[in-house]
């Protein structure tokens, strides 16, 4: 198998000793199938063991490994070398600030996917003992594909509103609610209506649509945001009931 | 250093410690949980398992029936008592996930879909297309959010636990982001840390599978139970070991050598007419043997089988089986809908794993643990696909449950002893820091990880796994001698990556000792030179225990309530 | 809520940094910042329209006195740019619209009427009528 020699730009910041962020070069003898990911294992492996980043699966699901390369936020597990030539810049995601290297802080992140109380909210639970509720495939499609996040966060890299509004609730946690709130078992959009509402809910996005570009789930968050925000004015106007179906 | 204080310690927030925090606050409402992961917990391994979840559900189906499989798949070394309770509460909890929202696949008139898996007489995997784990890791981690009792500590790292008076009370954590120590205090621990495929080079398993909580249950005396048996899942993706799901085979997929053959079928390998759908370790290694016969493809990741999902169909693919064409066609330009998948025996998952009970209590008081890191056992010697992540549910409740009741039960301890413990710890992690040594962690692992594949591959014998073993002492004592470059405290991951590493020696050391001295063949433990089961000498459990000048090696009766032993056929 | 929310900040940061190509040097980013321009030229067009029916109401001089200001060259111009930035918006709103086409509102099933077409409708009803201005002014109605 070929090896290639690629450059790597990469930006560092170690809060103990650097000012600001700052850029360090590698180069990385690559093999023709590797991920960036790859390279920046065999940098702190063989290279620099001083290079903090986030990975865990490298296979696109868990959602840890996502950087900014080239300038384009991606998961790194599935940007493969061969498709970049020249040198190759990697960066942590915009929009979060930077803790370590290519490590941002995601706390409000987290933050924001609770809010919007992304679980199942019924005014009467069945037992367990009595079986499924019964959900035919029709209902299960609905929200299936807004069920499909992995929580990595590119869109919020990509978010240009939230470069200028942080407190944006953000592309991945309107999908998230909006899929709660078009589960056929669910009852809760009224409990969700407040955060989705609010200033910072649905009406902060502008269509960018940048946010469905980058998943790399297909989860397409814009759709979600624009169907909630129909759904959210036709139940603020009381020309659709708030509290929702058995 | 102050104490963080709670009722329950928890360590790791996969399948396994999601749903026993949430079990725990269930039971007693006036406990307080802490989540003490190195991860964020929608990041653990949890989240990669793709085919299904067993639970008995339909009419042709029946709890004994599952046992059953379950217990022939384990070559007859499961708990028979751990097995039943196993099969008993897999439906229940299954569908309280479902209560909870996990979107699960469903048949035209809305119950919940059943699909045959590997080993299973009758269909009983349910399943949520081909990211069963993602969906069930991601409905536990939403709903655990409506509980404020659980309280998070992401991305700590538990470096020891603290035992005080015989018992457990708390673990020694460090926050990976400002890199401070801190004792995490309670009534109880439950380990829930997942397992350590990742002492072998070529496996399924995320880089944080690297058996944690294992090596701190180890190091506080608890025994390390059947650790020879590691699973070998038959299709890997060459070079990355990136997982195809059983499900592909249990759609319909079929596994072909280098003639075109089905050889599962033209062969004797002991699957019978089951074929592709027989338990995972007679697939793995009827795979070696077609390899050893000459009939695999050659490759430069190795020999490698085909797995054909052609005949399928793309609408049955898309529908069923989206995620694993996505993966092939990534990974290795394959389109599983025109062309043959390769794939070859990989490490998925840990058979044993910390000696518990069927309550998840292991002989620590207050110490518990659940999930793959603990083994009860209801696996055995081979697990079916399907039934671990059922396991993280059924033991992941019982183990929270129990923990919740011990905790109710026992007083606070005192502080001062665990918190001196706490700072030896803290004073251990900034000597790791930018320590000075000739060794270096990478290459101390790729040698770790050469010995254990050559030592305890698919097929294994005398000598190799002596030298194994032999080699995994070296490499501890050169381990001490280690160097690292990072010496800051804030987000330090080569330091994580020293004490992992770590971690993996001790748990390679107990699978190495335990598979060279088991003299037989049973399960996924296979040897050239005991090929044989041997049931008067050898059906009892292994158990390792830490000892200062080096592990013990002893057994443990295997329960038996109702079945009798039979010849392992299908 | 986890330990790490509740004392954010625990250690130095760096700032987090804005969207790279934003705004002018990616082009998905470009044409976003083209749409959100699309507000400035379409309130200056509702401003222009507004005079117009201001004028109409004034009586037959006022008026023709105002299709006579807005036949100039300039105007004329303007009223171009206006229309073209206004086609852009109605473009892209119908673009990313499309997907509401999509699922379900809430518990009410989908509406028979694409709901893009309900959507743009407003707007389309704005650019028929600039058309229609543009035609008047243009000699070829009235």
Redesign the interface.
Same mark, same amino acid.
């Given at each position: 198998m070929q090896l290639r020699k690629v450059k790597f730009e990469v930006l560092r910041f170690r809060p103990e000793q650097d000012e600001k962020p700052v850029f360090e070069s590698y180069d990385v003898e690559c093999m023709e199938d590797w991920v960036v990911l790859d390279a920046l294992n065999a940098i702190k492996d063989d290279i620099d063991p001083t290079l903090s980043h986030r990975w865990s699966c490298r296979m696109g699901v868990c959602g840890s490994c996502g950087m900014l390369v080239n300038g384009r936020p991606v998961l790194t597990c599935a940007a493969f070398v061969r498709n970049y030539s020249g040198t190759i810049r990697v960066e942590p995601l915009s929009n979060f600030p930077i803790v370590r290297d290519l490590v941002v802080e995601l706390d409000g992140f987290v933050e924001k996917i609770k809010s919007v109380k992304p679980w199942i909210i019924r005014k009467l639970e069945k037992d367990v003992a009595e079986g499924e509720y019964r959900q035919s495939p029709e209902q299960l499609e609905e929200f299936k594909q807004f069920s499909m996040c992995i929580n990595c966060a590119l869109c919020y890299a990509a978010c240009p509103v939230l470069a200028n509004e942080p407190e944006f609730v953000g592309p991945a946690a309107i999908a998230l609610g909006h899929r709660y709130n078009l589960d056929s078992r669910d009852e809760g959009n009224a409990e969700r209506f407040a955060v989705l509402d609010s200033h910072d809910g649905v009406y902060a996005c502008s269509y960018a649509n940048e946010c469905s570009q980058v998943c790399p789930k297909h989860v397409d968050p814009a759709m979600a945001i624009q169907q909630a925000k129909l759904t959210d004015f036709l139940q603020w106007s009381h020309l659709l009931p708030k509290r929702s179906f058995t | 250093m102050d104490a963080?204080r709670h009722d329950i310690i928890l360590v790791g927030g996969g399948g396994a410690g999601l749903r026993a925090a949430i079990a725990a606050v269930e039971a007693n409402p006036k406990l307080s949980v802490a989540c003490v992961s190195k991860?964020?917990p929608?990041? /653990?391994?949890t %989240?990669?398992a793709e085919g299904g979840a067993a639970g008995a559900v339909r009419e042709d189906d029946s709890l004994d029936l599952h046992a059953y499989d379950t217990l022939k798949g384990s070559d007859y070394l499961a708990d028979q008592d751990a097995v039943e309770y196993f099969v008993e509460h897999a439906p229940?909890e299954l #569908? !309280?996930l479902?209560?909870?929202?996990c979107?699960? /696949?469903?048949?035209? +008139?809305?119950? %919940?879909a059943v699909r045959f898996f590997g080993g299973m007489t009758v269909k009983r995997t349910w399943y949520a297309t081909d990211?069963t784990g @993602?969906?069930m890791l991601?409905t536990l981690f !939403? #709903?655990s959010?409506?509980y404020?009792r659980i %309280?998070?500590? +992401?991305?700590y790292f538990a470096t020891k636990i603290l035992v005080d008076n015989g018992r457990a009370v708390g673990v020694a954590a460090f926050?990976i982001?400002?890199g401070k120590m801190h004792a995490v205090l309670g009534r109880a621990v439950i380990l829930c840390t997942g397992g350590a495929g990742r002492i072998f080079p070529f496996t399924t398993n =995320? =880089? %944080?599978k690297t058996g944690d909580g294992m090596a701190l249950a180890y190091r506080a005396g608890v025994g390390l139970k059947d650790m020879e048996f590691v699973q070998y899942h038959p299709t890997g993706l060459p070079? #990355?070991g990136?997982?195809m799901t059983e499900a592909s085979r249990g759609e319909g997929g079929y596994l072909k050598n280098n003639k075109g053959e089905r050889f599962l079928i033209e062969y004797d390998y002991g699957v019978g007419n089951k074929a592709e759908l027989g338990p995972r370790d007679m697939v793995s290694r009827a795979e070696i043997r077609e390899f050893q016969a000459g009939r695999g493809f050659k490759g430069?990741y190795g020999e490698y089988v085909h797995l054909e999902l052609m005949h399928l169909g793309e609408e049955k693919i898309d529908k069923r089986l989206p @995620?694993v064409r996505?993966?092939a066609k990534?990974?290795v330009g394959v389109d599983p809908v025109w062309s043959p998948i390769p794939v070859r025996p990989v490490v998925h998952y840990m058979m044993g794993g910390v000696d518990t009970d069927k309550h998840g209590a292991t002989d620590l008081p207050g110490l518990y643990a659940a999930g793959e890191c603990a083994c009860v056992s209801i696996n055995g010697a081979n697990r079916l696909g399907s039934n671990s992540l059922t396991e993280c549910l059924v033991f992941g409740a019982r183990a929270g449950q129990a923990a919740a009741e011990f905790a109710a039960g026992s007083s606070a301890g005192a502080e001062n002893a665990p918190l001196e413990q706490a700072r030896s710890e803290e004073a251990r992690l900034d000597r790791l820091r930018g320590k000075h040594g000739g060794e270096k962690?990478?290459q101390i692992r790729r040698e770790l990880n050469h010995a254990t594949e050559s030592g305890c591959g698919v097929f294994r014998e005398e000598d190799s796994m002596s030298a194994a073993l032999e080699t995994v002492t070296q490499l501890k004592g050169r381990f001490a001698d280690v160097g690292?470059?990072?010496k /800051?405290?804030?987000?330090? #991951?080569?330091v994580v990556q020293a004490l992992e590493l770590g971690h993996m020696l001790d748990v390679a050391e107990a699978v190495v000792l335990s598979a060279v001295h088991r003299k037989e063949s049973r399960g996924a433990h296979t040897r050239t030179d005991y090929p044989t089961r041997d049931d008067a000498q050898w059906w009892k459990h292994s158990l390792v225990k830490f000892a200062p000048d080096g592990p013990r090696l002893s057994y443990k009766p295997v329960v038996k309530t109702r079945w009798e032993l039979e010849e392992r056929k299908y | 809520m986890s330990a790490h929310a509740a004392v954010p900040q625990k250690t130095r940061t760096a700032p987090a940094r804005a969207p790279a190509g934003f705004p002018f040097s990616f082009y998905r980013y470009r044409n976003y910042v083209a749409f959100a321009a699309t507000s400035v030229f379409m309130a200056i067009g509702c401003v222009g329209l507004l005079e117009g029916l201001h004028a109409l109401g004034k009586g037959p001089e006022a008026w023709n006195a105002w299709l006579a200001e807005m036949a100039r060259p300039g105007a004329l111009a303007l009223s171009l740019v206006v229309l073209a930035f206004t086609l852009y918006f109605v473009f892209r709103f119908g673009w990313v619209g499309r997907k509401i086409g999509a699922g379900r509102v809430g518990p009410v099933p989908r509406p028979p009427l694409p709901l893009p077409v309900l959507g743009v409708a407003p707007v389309g009803g704005f650019v028929t009528l600039w058309l229609i201005l543009l035609a008047i002014l243009g000699g070829v109605l009235l």
């Open positions: - | 963080i991860l964020y929608m990041r /653990s391994h %989240v990669s229940k #569908t !309280q479902e209560h909870w929202g979107p699960w /696949s469903r048949e035209k +008139d809305g119950r %919940v990211k @993602f969906h991601h !939403q #709903t959010m409506k404020d %309280v998070r500590y +992401d991305e926050d982001r400002t =995320a =880089a %944080v070079g #990355t990136i997982l430069p @995620f996505e993966l990534n990974y962690i990478a690292l470059s990072d /800051s405290a804030i987000f330090n #991951t080569e | -």
